[in-house]
């Protein structure tokens, strides 16, 4: 099994409806997935700043991010 980011962001607007979360696929042009869920944690932790500044160039009206997630990559994909 393999586990991938998932950042959720946090919009102080009470009646956004829309997407609120990106998946990180890749990095400096490889695709970045890990095989346990400690080498995922690791990471977040080295990347924190880097990976907080990607979601917020993703979504410039969130205020912040709500949470960074290491979760299990969908098995349908490659």
């Given at each position: 099994?393999?586990?991938?980011?998932?950042?959720?962001?946090?919009?102080?607007d009470?009646?956004?409806?829309?997407?609120?979360?990106?998946?990180?696929?890749?990095r400096?042009?490889?695709?970045?997935?890990?095989?346990?869920?400690?080498?995922?944690?690791?990471?977040?932790?080295?990347?924190?700043?880097?990976?907080?500044?990607?979601?917020?160039?993703?979504?410039?009206?969130?205020?912040?991010?709500k949470?960074?997630?290491?979760?299990?990559?969908?098995?349908?994909?490659?």
């Amino acid at each position: 099994m393999k586990f991938i980011i998932v950042i959720i962001m946090f919009f102080s607007d009470p009646t956004y409806s829309g997407e609120d979360a990106v998946r990180v696929h890749e990095r400096w042009g490889k695709p970045l997935h890990f095989n346990s869920l400690d080498e995922c944690g690791d990471h977040v932790t080295e990347n924190i700043f880097a990976l907080r500044e990607y979601a917020k160039s993703v979504y410039p009206e969130a205020v912040s991010v709500k949470q960074i997630i290491c979760v299990a990559k969908p098995e349908n994909e490659a």
